[in-house]
């Protein structure tokens, strides 16, 4: 047979695809079927367990075989003891002169009777040759014996009826299902049919037999001698059908299916109940998180809120915190830079503008002095241009280098004197007086040293360039509260009252009075503001003020968290 040419063997990375597809058309969410899978689990192995219920019927049918043998026992005592004749005659091996006792017959079968009755057992009598005397099963009437057998159960309702055919396919019909001898039942019975009776007739000792029916359940069967001075005179085998025990098996595994069922409709409910609670607030957040990614420019997705789901107290609630956070910070960045983005372009526009106009001025005059003067006023836009571009830059990726850049410690007393000695250096118009602690303490802080030296030399340049002529410049450090405190005074007009915070602004336009225009371009204080942040402090502004509360100056004031004890 030729193999068909199109098929193809599907591997196994195809199947776990498919299984994946056939798996999520699966109705619910994800979330909700693997809560589910996942608290099912338990009680499912839980019940597959109990249901085969191994040790427990072994135990159940040592204590029916345990029992037999008890009950057996009783009988053969009892016929010994009332259903015994004497005879006097000689006893095979032993020879003549000793009386012979003998099972009466009629007597043993009304007892057998009687005790059958009593226990619901089938009892049998085998005489010394093997020859079965008495059956409580056979009864003698007029027209001979008659067989006695036990009535079907009634009729069931559909649902037990269903059950217990899957129970029987699925399971087992019979608690013992070993493979066993058949049970053959034929007309004339002997022990030859019976191994446990032809032992006690033989061999004076008890002995037992489980054997197969072909309608399911075994038989199970106890054979006990009947003596009479330690005379062998018969055997009493007690007998009866596992049904009995399969029934019991049967109704404990019934008992344990309703009482699985109960478990799983609670945690099925129980799981739709947290699916619901936990996957369907996390679809919304997906969702109204989906909407604002797609939102168009503009602000589109301004009016799409992320729900609030805080009031939970758990780790959803967290998330929805977090993600409302998150998505208000985005919306702030985007604002700020939009923001950035005009003031950038109106701060290129000026200089732009009187460098266009410079140029085509330039081109028609002819009187050298005019074009010179024009010409310093391109020089002075493009080094304004120059400036202000790498002031921008600097801006710009400030905050990529300050999230990659690992902070070290840096000592700030050591670095206030190298300033203060450059400044001494460099400006000879205004004084510098420096303090510091008494003991050398370095006043240590977790910074990254070049930006905290951009911050400290932003805030000297500021001072110096609002002092008058002959003005000084007072720099001091302390520690205070496990704080690390730098402060910048200056003899300066100070800061317009109400401009506290707006100084701070970028592209911020105050300028002392004399300078050029352009010369700085108004990101140096929100950039230094922006790095001490980084470094977990503040940088505020303020004016000193004499006793008659005049302004004599501004004061800005760096705090740091300090390193270490003082």
């Not at 004749?85 to 012979?100: E, F, Q, S």
Request: no cysteine.
């Amino acid at each position: 047979m030729r193999a068909d040419p199109a098929f193809r063997p599907i591997s196994s990375r195809r199947r776990r695809v498919i299984w994946r597809r056939r798996w999520r058309r699966l109705p619910g969410s994800p979330l909700t079927r693997r809560i589910l899978a996942v608290n099912l689990l338990a009680p499912l192995l839980l019940v597959g367990g109990l249901l085969y219920l191994d040790h427990y019927q072994e135990t159940l049918v040592e204590t029916r075989l345990s029992g037999l043998h008890t009950q057996a026992a009783l009988i053969a005592a009892a016929i010994g003891e009332s259903a015994v004749t004497t005879h006097p005659g000689p006893i095979p091996l032993i020879g003549a002169g000793v009386l012979r006792h003998e099972l009466a017959v009629e007597e043993s079968r009304m007892m057998i009777r009687r005790l059958a009755d009593l226990i619901g057992l089938r009892i049998r009598l085998f005489d010394p040759n093997g020859l079965l005397v008495a059956d409580s099963q056979m009864l003698r009437g007029p027209g001979g014996l008659v067989q006695v057998r036990d009535l079907p159960p009634p009729d069931q309702d559909l649902l037990t009826r269903l059950w217990r055919w899957l129970h029987d396919r699925l399971l087992a019909t019979t608690v013992l299902s070993g493979p066993y001898p058949p049970y053959v039942e034929r007309a004339r019975q002997t022990s030859v049919d019976y191994d446990e009776v032809a032992i006690a007739l033989d061999v004076g000792e008890p002995a037992h037999a489980i054997r197969a029916t072909e309608e399911g359940p075994r038989i199970l069967s106890y054979a006990v001698p009947v003596q009479f001075y330690k005379q062998v005179v018969g055997a009493v085998m007690v007998s009866e059908s596992s049904a009995g025990l399969d029934a019991e098996v049967f109704q404990v595994r019934t008992t344990i299916l309703k009482v699985f069922l109960a478990v799983l409709a609670v945690t099925v409910l129980v799981s739709v109940y947290l699916a619901r609670t936990i996957a369907r607030p996390l679809r919304l957040l997906a969702a109204r998180a989906e909407r604002i990614r797609h939102a168009e420019g503009g602000g589109g997705g301004r009016g799409v809120e992320i729900p609030d789901f805080t009031r939970r107290g758990d780790e959803i609630g967290e998330l929805s915190g977090v993600l409302r956070q998150m998505t208000a910070a985005l919306w702030a960045r985007m604002d700020a830079i939009e923001r950035f983005a005009a003031d950038v372009a109106h701060e290129i526009k000026n200089p732009l503008t009187s460098l266009k106009s410079a140029v085509e001025t330039v081109a028609r005059v002819r009187d050298p002095e005019q074009q010179k003067r024009l010409m310093g006023i391109i020089e002075d836009d493009v080094k304004r241009l120059d400036r202000l571009i790498s002031d921008i830059s600097d801006a710009s990726r400030l905050d990529a280098e300050l999230s990659r850049a690992e902070t070290a410690p840096v000592k700030v007393a050591e670095m206030l004197g190298t300033l203060a000695a450059i400044h001494r250096d460099t400006a000879e118009s205004v004084a510098l007086d420096l303090a510091l602690p008494e003991g050398g303490d370095p006043l240590p802080v977790a910074a990254v040293e070049g930006r905290l030296t951009q911050v400290l030399r932003n805030l000297l340049s500021n001072a110096r360039s609002f002092s008058p002529p002959g003005g000084r410049i007072r720099l001091a450090a302390w520690r205070d509260n496990g704080r690390v405190l730098v402060s910048v005074e200056d003899d300066g007009p100070g800061i317009p009252p109400g401009k506290e915070e707006a100084i701070f602004d970028r592209f911020y336009s105050d300028r002392p009075a004399g300078e050029k225009f352009g010369t700085h371009s108004g990101l140096g204080l929100a950039i230094s503001r922006q790095i001490v942040e980084a470094a977990g402090g503040t940088l505020t502004a303020g004016n000193r003020q004499t006793p008659d509360g005049t302004v004599a100056g501004a004061r800005f004031l760096v705090d740091l968290p300090a390193l270490g004890e003082g």
